[in-house]
């Protein structure tokens, strides 16, 4: 059965710091590309931060730029994502998403809550 199951969000202040981590299993993992998106109520899902299959290659949204951080463990099906100087508009559903050329979008995790409030 293929899974992700996101870990790690909640309540922080602005300027705080967070790590989100998703679990992998039922596939292939170290075959994929990986990929954080968010959704904030009454917004659409917006891409976050993408890691290819081997780790080499990354890139982020460029709200986040130079603020996270994404970064995957093959050897562990992992993948995380470093959070700091957090933002009240960072505040969001955070999900964990696999996908390859062939596939698109192959399987998406079920979310986990960052709050970003004083």
């Known amino acids: 059965q293929v899974q992700l199951v996101e870990s790690g969000g909640g309540l922080v202040q602005p300027g705080g710091s967070l790590r989100l981590s998703c679990a992998a299993s039922g596939f292939t993992f170290s075959n994929f590309d990986m990929r954080w998106y968010r959704q904030a109520p009454g917004k659409e899902r917006e891409f976050v931060a993408h890691i290819g299959s081997t780790g080499r290659s990354t890139n982020y949204a460029d709200s986040v730029k130079g603020r996270f951080t994404i970064s995957r463990d093959n050897a562990k099906r992992t993948v995380s994502l470093e959070m700091n100087s957090l933002k009240l508009e960072d505040t969001a559903v955070y999900y964990c998403?696999?996908?390859?050329?062939?596939?698109?979008?192959?399987?998406w995790g079920q979310g986990t809550q960052v709050t970003v409030s004083s």
């Open positions: 998403n696999a996908r390859r050329y062939d596939f698109g979008n192959y399987a």
